[in-house]
């Protein structure tokens, strides 16, 4: 793997290899475009099976962070940190202060937060290393767990998908797959169930799945048999890639729509087998913004109500995309790109205009000063 070309290719601005002997911490930082604000992503902690292959999770999360954050209309870029290691045995005070101090050392070019594998309590402890955290306890004025407002702005992605498969945006009866039985997961479940959809839920964790199915009266599903399950909604809310060659031939499923990060392994191949099979996919970046709404809201005192109202507006996001990819017959993730990319354009356009004025005038004040 050639790692600067891997970096060049999807234009990324930074990346960080962090390292601590002492306290067994690796990390790699992934900052991709700070037009539209500092970055700002999850840390994610996972036991990789390579070096590379956190990399290019690295890489791959930290993209998807910038287009979430310009679709979703907020003033930030996009960023991500891995931390490998094992989530269920690995984690300690030392490591998260050690990452914190990572954090602290790029000086507010990235701000973190958590993600799969970390938590609120893991964040508490990165706090105690910089201020450059988000997703911290509510007791201590932060947003604290981001996935109810995750789950909420999905639930309102997926209704403007049956929207605009079926003219109405009742989710009622309709049958829905869920992978994962997360906490975005069982947030989503609730919704879905209080709705009165029928569930088919599974999990790599039966126990964790059973339980929610219990909970929001659904089936559980091994996890080898959930693509073949005949489902209205396929709602991936796991871990990435799954749908790709193998798996996308058994979907019965008329709509995506989860709360999974880069859910199209190969995303130009995927995205037109989806399209030419007529399955309306939710771009995931777009549908799973929610998190980040939340989390960019504690930058300023977190008023709750103000996220979720944000969330709620991911449904004519939604809306949005599919009438741009209808008009210019492109992919649904092409069209989420498109706008992605000309708001980035359009607002660092404004702020390189405003960049160029503030040096002007400082360098014109230098000058008074030096003539003094």
Known sequence: MDIFKEIERREHEQVVFCSDKQSKFRAIIAIHNTTLGPALGGARMWM????????????????????????????????????????????????????????????????TAEDVGTSVQDMEWVRMETKYVTGIDR???????????????????????????????????????????????SYLCEHLAKEGAKLFITDIYEEKASALAARTKAKYIHPDKIYDVDADVFCPCALGAIVNDDTLPRLKAQIIAGGANNQLKDEKKHGQMLMKKKILYAPDYAINAGGLISVANELEGYPHERALKQAEGIYDTIRRIFATAKQENIPTYEASDRLAEQRIESIGHIRNLYAGKSEFVGRLGELDHMKG
């Open 48 to 111: 990789y099976a390579s070096d590379q292959d956190a990399l290019t999770d690295a890489l791959r999360l930290s993209r998807g962070m910038t287009y979430k954050a310009a679709v979703a209309g907020l003033n930030l870029g996009g960023g991500k940190a891995v931390i490998i290691g094992d989530p269920n045995n690995d984690k300690n005070e030392a490591l998260f202060r050690t990452y914190g101090r990572f954090v602290e050392g790029l000086a507010g070019r990235y701000i």
């Open 139 to 185: 007791a201590l004025g932060g947003s604290g767990d981001p996935s109810p407002v995750t789950a909420f702005g999905v639930y309102q992605g997926m209704k403007a998908c049956m929207k605009e498969l079926t003219g109405s945006e009742s989710l009622k009866a309709k049958k829905i797959a869920v992978q994962g039985a997360g906490h975005v997961a």
